[in-house]
């Protein structure tokens, strides 16, 4: 017999029954205190330029209007920078730096008072250059946001000299908007003395705690924030959140009265970070087996206005670069570039995607410029035996990349269905095909290493419930299903006598963002931790009375044994409660064995490796460009995964994402420097239409975490994410085959239908390039 | 702007509110009827999350004015099940884990109700299409579009 919801079972989300009703409460949804008021900002509209006046009267005036607020009117700091560069100011006061700036807010009855109120603003600028993306930042000889990375092992220069096969390239990646659901808002509560009481949607609620004390001059002991759950956050909700949260507080503070402020869609996606765009250059050189003997590589990242989180993100980028694969010897260099576009941020795989593409991009040209199918220059080139070193110097123990990719192999029947692509593209028709296979490597642990620390704090109630809470946020992800889960498992009972609640600042302290796909790997942990403590003072006190060892007493399903008396756990714990045991505990953990350094470029800055691999076959309608994914099989690694349900629920919900960011989401900015594409109507991400016809998606189930991490598994919020680029190589060898694929054709990303379009016109219009010219004489 | 008394029927109960004249149906039925089930992911009927029927048709609540709804009968989420029991639907969404965080499903669980009600054994196709115009961006839509399939069974009184 088995308790209900112990670990490695199939269990729902622990909200699934209040989400299907409408019943699950969001921060929108709390009930509003009596007297609240509502917070809008004023947002700039030039992308680079000096405010020569603004005059806020009209503002003032308006109906409902309580209050406006400048930078002139914070306790604390104008600056909502959470790293510490002071280079984020929370108002712009002289120089604007993007379009969707925020200068000022306006507090009012309503919110819709408030929204009409900003837009009366009259500011003046004097306009100056601006660079809204790569190539014209690198033209304008534009600072970098953060230092820059170069990690580098071996000679490159003379092993790419020696090469006897060399291929230059270059790739244009495209960013992505989060897109979450429930946008970003955040609602204040003043409190006596200096206190504030925050309920906000973040995935950082510490950050928030202390750039809201900051703000507002006051020790972080005073302001508390707290989430219970989020509409999805994938790393927008990070620090994107911080500003809103201070506006909001520090509103309420001045005013006496809650403050909610909620944003706008447009205006949420208009001045909120998102995925960085890249521009990967890369140089290659490899033999006649394919086999990679060196690689240079450029990334130049979008980094906007400010430094946020670029410098880890252009890191991970790097550390990404390699993919799978052994570069022997290998010199990788970021650009985190300054431009005039918001301050782009963490976005589920936090640069990883990007420089993982580039590795898979430059396989796939060493594939078409050697005339074989890419899934064999990738075996070639696997990290193995005597080849297992990064280009950071970690070594790759734990590789399991092959076994999921043969097993791929078998259960998607990749060879027959790629010979039956071929045969149909042989026939040279409208509609062509692609296949393609790609793997994913993935590195967990956050980079900065202090990161990886994680509390909680279990209390067990005398009529023997139990509630857990850590540090970790929900936005979706199941991470509180799976700690409550790690708690039944503990104490042997079922999963119903647990509650999770809400994340607070005021129950577990200094926590870490839920990011990096840590959640669970952290904070189950620590909740472990702390029933571990629980159980032993348990186990001492029953054994005491007993007169029995502490190994007599042993809890199982059927309640707590000591020796041969078992008694129902309630009853248990009403006894050692009328006996004065102690029935709570804080846990931590801390990922043990990692380091980095980043001066040296040289440590082991991952815990271990997530594996996955997957195959696209997509057709595509080569006089339109238009494009669908036909079938999409799936292999992927969550080591002995806490519950299967929700990791394969992660993993679809991943790819989907992913293939969106591949696809279909662009971001445009206008010469402006205005994002053009600031709502669903213009920003496209994959709806249920677009998903593939035939998904098959499995878990590795043989797989098992070798370091031991919460009961063997591994995380999962980020890996299956890059699955995706299966779906971009398919699309390019449909492409390639209007020419007999001779030639990579190098979609860059997100490769829209108008993209691969203009790729098969490339192709078909190559070899009668005069004809192009006769027509524009 | 002096607000409108409307009397409207909101999941079989007769309602009253005032409404600025201005207003969502979505803002009123979140803000004075206290029914935040139905969300808003967009405000500008592109998401669906602020999906229900108003006489029967399906709506974006965002897009129509809390006023319109006078003499009207509108269903959102919170009139889904019945009687402490969940529609089947909701059940399904539960069983086949077609939810994440959750924001799109009550818009998503309205927005296929109002599939079924027309048509008792749409196509998977049929299904993908009917849905298209609610975004979800936790789950990519497979295990939404199998509880939909599966539902649909069950309601025609097939064993799934
Ligand atoms: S909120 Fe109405 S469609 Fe998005
Ligand atoms: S479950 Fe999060 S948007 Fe659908």
Known sequence: MSIKGGVHQDLIHDSAAKHVS??????DDILEPVGTLHAYLGFSTVAHGRITSIDLSAVRAAPGVVEVITADDLPGENDVSANGMH????????????????????????????????ALAEVSYDTLPHATDIAASRAAGAPLVTPPLTLKRGAVKPAMAAAPHRIKGQMEIGGQDHFYLEGQLSLAIPGEDEDVRIFCSTQ???????VVAHALGVPAHSVTVTVRRMGGGFGGKETQMNAFAVIAAVAAKRLNRPVKLRLDRDDDMSSTGKRHDFLAEYEVGFDDEGRILAVDGDFFARCGFCSDLSG????????????????????LRSHPLMTHTVSNTAFRGFGGPQGLIVAERIVEEIAYHLGRDALEVR??????????????????????MAEVVDELVATSNYAARRQAVLDWNAKGGIIRKGIALTPVKFGISFTATWFNQAGALVHVYSDGSIQ?????????????????????????????????TATTTDKVPNTSATAASSGTDLNGMAALNACEAIKARLAAWAADKAGLPAEAVVFGTEGVSVGDKVTDWAKFIGAAYMDRVQLSATGFYKTPEIHWN?????????????????????SVDTLTGEYRVERTDILHDVGKSLNPAIDLGQVEGAFVQGMGWLTTEELWWDDKGRLRTHAPSTYKIPVASDIPREFNVKLASWSENREPTIKRSKAVGEPPFMLAVSVLEALNMAVASLDGYANCPKLDTPATPERVLMACEALRSAPAPAKVLEIGE | MSKIHVTTTINGDAVEFLADPRETLLDCLRDHVGLTGTKEGCGTGDCGACSVELDGTLVCSCLVLGVEASGKSVQTIEGMATDSELHPLQRKFVEHAALQCGFCTPGILVAAKSLLDRNTSPTEEEVRYWLAGNLCRCTGYDKIIRAVMDAAAELRGEAA
């Open chain 1, 312 to 331: 880890p993100v252009t890191d991970r980028a790097l550390f990404h670069a390699d993919n799978a694969y052994f570069y022997p010897d290998v010199e």
């Open chain 1, 468 to 500: 857990v809470n850590h540090g970790g946020t929900e936005m979706g992800q199941g991470l509180h299903t799976k700690v409550a889960q790690v708690v039944a498992e503990a104490f042997q009972v079922d999963i119903d006598r647990v509650k999770i």
């Open chain 1, 22 to 27: 409408g019943r699950a409460e969001y921060t």
């Open chain 1, 87 to 118: 280079d984020e100011p929370l108002f712009a006061t002289d120089e604007v730096l993007f379009w969707g700036q925020p200068l000022f807010a306006v507090v009012a009855e309503t919110r819709d008072a408030a929204r009409r109120a900003a």
């Open chain 1, 204 to 210: 950082h609620p510490t950050e928030v705690q202390h």
């Open chain 1, 598 to 618: 980043r001066d040296t470029g040289q440590g082991r800055p991952f815990y271990y490796f997530a594996y996955g691999a997957s195959v696209s076959e997509v």
């Open chain 1, 379 to 400: 075996r070639a080139n696997f990290y193995g035996p005597g080849r297992d070193l990064t280009p950071y110097h970690q070594q790759v123990t734990d590789n399991i």
